[in-house]
């Protein structure tokens, strides 16, 4: 079944820490993507990749970072710099770029801080 | 400024009643224009895609039609469903430097049995 695959659904983080949300696809999609989806408030970009060890930032990136180190994963740390972490994050893949092709989106993974 | 409006935030309509949900965008220049499907705590599901040289997309009971002369796309549910209450949002990916889709903040909407 191809699909893509986040973990965990539910993720807690307490003041300092660093947490890693995992996004895994097996698609064969070269672009990734990592949106914030916050109440009444479309999904913004965070960072995205076109193709393995390289990605660019989005429009919100500060306090986030992601590696790119295998075709299907693209890990994002959400780290002790991101003072309001709270929000639905989203990933998604693309066969391309993106310009001429549809985004599959998996099941997200909600941030909530102790 | 590319940005994506979606008009009305919610909606709600009787079982049958045949709908359209709005979507507006602020430059012409495009690629593509999505429309999405969201349930409460879910992820998104691509409804359908229209490329900037197409003027509709039909799947089932709905149907997305593109003008981008006036920069607006609607989509049109036709005989709605309990099933077919959801957050619908649009999606643009616009032309010009920054390889990323623009999203609305979604219609709610509500189809009462």
């Known amino acids: 079944d191809g699909g893509i695959t986040q973990s965990p659904k539910y993720l807690f983080r307490k003041e300092g820490q660093n947490v890693t949300l995992s996004c895994e696809q097996n698609l064969n999609h070269d672009a990734m993507y990592w949106y914030r989806q916050d109440p009444g408030q479309g999904l913004r970009l965070i960072y995205y990749s076109q193709i393995v060890n390289d990605f660019q930032k989005g429009d919100i990136a500060e306090g986030y970072s992601v590696s790119r180190e295998k075709k299907e994963s693209f890990p994002l740390t959400v780290t002790s710099a991101q003072k309001n972490p709270t929000a639905f994050y989203l990933c998604?893949?693309?066969?391309?770029?993106?310009?001429?092709?549809?985004?599959?989106f998996g099941p997200g993974t909600r941030l909530l801080v102790l | 400024k590319q940005e994506v409006t979606q008009i009305p935030a919610a909606l709600s309509v009787p079982e049958g009643e045949n709908l359209v949900l709005n979507c507006s965008f602020t430059d012409s220049a495009i690629y593509n224009l999505q429309w999405f499907r969201q349930d409460p705590g879910k992820g998104l599901t691509s409804l359908l895609l229209?490329?900037?040289?197409?003027r509709e997309q039909t799947s089932g009971r709905l149907n997305a039609s593109l003008d981008k002369s006036s920069g607006r796309s609607t989509l049109y549910i036709a005989a709605s469903q309990p099933g077919d209450s959801a957050t619908y949002l649009c999606a643009v990916f616009y032309q010009g430097g920054s390889e990323k889709l623009v999203f609305g903040k979604g219609t709610k909407l509500t189809v009462n049995p």
């Open positions: 229209i490329q900037s040289s197409q």
């Open positions: 998604a893949s693309s066969g391309s770029s993106g310009a001429q092709e549809t985004q599959y």
